[in-house]
């Protein structure tokens, strides 16, 4: 029997290249389409690669019409919280006017499945936690607001051209399939694990803590770290759902367990046994204090179930990957 093709948009980055793996362990044929702007080519290992970007509407039809994809995963994303706030134009030209040209180019095509990741950032400053799905959507940077925008526009999108849509709204992504030599490798790098493990191996001199007089225990920002492939495992799940079901959904992810920046200093440094310089500077405009995430709803409707929950697990495995990566 033939494969049958997902296009993944983004799957040469971090998050895509884990889906387009799992989803070949699952006998599907993932379709790469990405511009390398964040990705890496050595990362597309498991099908066809397409260098293009979300903006070209005609390139994206005539890949959909020669791979007749039956569904798409969409994860060519700018994602950096701050740069969001410094470079609002670049995220919004990207997330959401690259997002709508993707989105008619499905319509054009008939495709009327997608995978979107969204975020927790939707969230804004959360009133209680764990964060529940229907909890107020009030977005504090732009990077939260355009993946805001593109859930309301899936939903006239659904309204008007009948696309159903899975939004996974994730917490902190975190570690690596290290045999597959995939990981989390951004350039510039602005997030905190991979930016420890780079402090350990001595590539930057000392990390940086983004404010130590925040309203938590010990005063740095608490986040909630899935791993890589329980994520994809969930992408896998999702596009499942959409094709028996038919019907589209709102779900977090994560692990509803929260750490905070100085605990996972503390838990890479345990694991590498490396020591360095930490230092406390300035809060990063438009982050919150705290997020972690109540994902009932995607385990009761995916039948979806995180495998790797321990943190010094998840780490471990970054720490594997970032060392043999970036080892000289
Ligand atoms: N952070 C930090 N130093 C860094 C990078 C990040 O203290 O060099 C903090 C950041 O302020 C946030 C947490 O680590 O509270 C996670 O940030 P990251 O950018 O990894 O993910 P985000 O939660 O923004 O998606």
């Not at 998050?15 to 990705?39: E, R």
């Not at 290992?45 to 260098?51: D, H, L, N, V």
């Not at 890479?268 to 930490?278: A, C, E, L, R, S």
């Amino acid at each position: 029997m033939q494969m049958k093709n997902i296009l993944v948009l983004g799957g040469a980055g971090y998050i895509g290249s884990h889906c387009c793996k799992y989803l070949a362990d699952q006998g599907y044929a993932p379709i790469v389409f990405d511009n390398l702007s964040q990705g890496h080519k050595d990362f597309v290992k498991w099908g066809p690669f397409i260098k293009g970007s979300l903006h070209e509407t005609d390139k994206l039809i005539k890949v959909m019409k020669e791979y007749e994809p039956v569904a798409v995963m969409h994860l060519a994303a700018f994602l950096s919280v701050g740069d969001s706030v410094t470079n609002p134009s670049g995220y919004y030209n990207n997330n959401v006017v690259g997002t709508i040209s993707l989105l008619d180019a499905m319509i054009k095509c008939d495709i009327k499945n997608i995978i979107f990741s969204s975020s927790c950032a939707i969230y804004g400053q959360p009133e209680t936690i764990p964060i529940q799905e229907f909890h107020e959507k009030s977005p504090i940077n732009p990077y939260g607001r355009t993946k805001l925008i593109i859930e309301h526009v899936l939903e006239d999108y659904e309204t008007a051209y009948g696309l159903k849509s899975v939004c996974l709204r994730y917490f902190n992504a975190a570690g690596a399939d290290y045999q597959s030599k995939i990981g989390e490798d951004h350039s510039p790098e602005t997030h905190l694990i991979p930016l420890i493990l780079d402090a350990a191996l001595g590539r930057i001199n000392c990390i940086e803590i983004f404010g130590d007089d925040y309203n938590t225990p010990d005063g740095t920002c608490i986040r909630d770290y899935l791993h890589i492939m329980d994520i994809a495992q969930a992408h896998f799940k999702s596009f499942e759902y959409l094709l028996a079901h038919g019907k589209s959904l709102r779900l977090n992810l994560g692990n509803e367990k929260g750490y905070s920046v100085k605990e996972l200093i503390q838990v890479v440094k345990d694991i590498t046994g490396n020591t360095f310089k930490v230092n406390i500077s300035a809060r990063r405009p438009g982050d919150p204090a705290k997020l972690i995430g109540s994902t009932q709803l995607a385990k009761t409707t995916l039948n979806w179930q995180p495998q790797y929950n321990a943190i010094d697990e998840i780490i471990r495995s970054a720490w594997e990957w970032h060392r043999k990566r970036f080892s000289v």
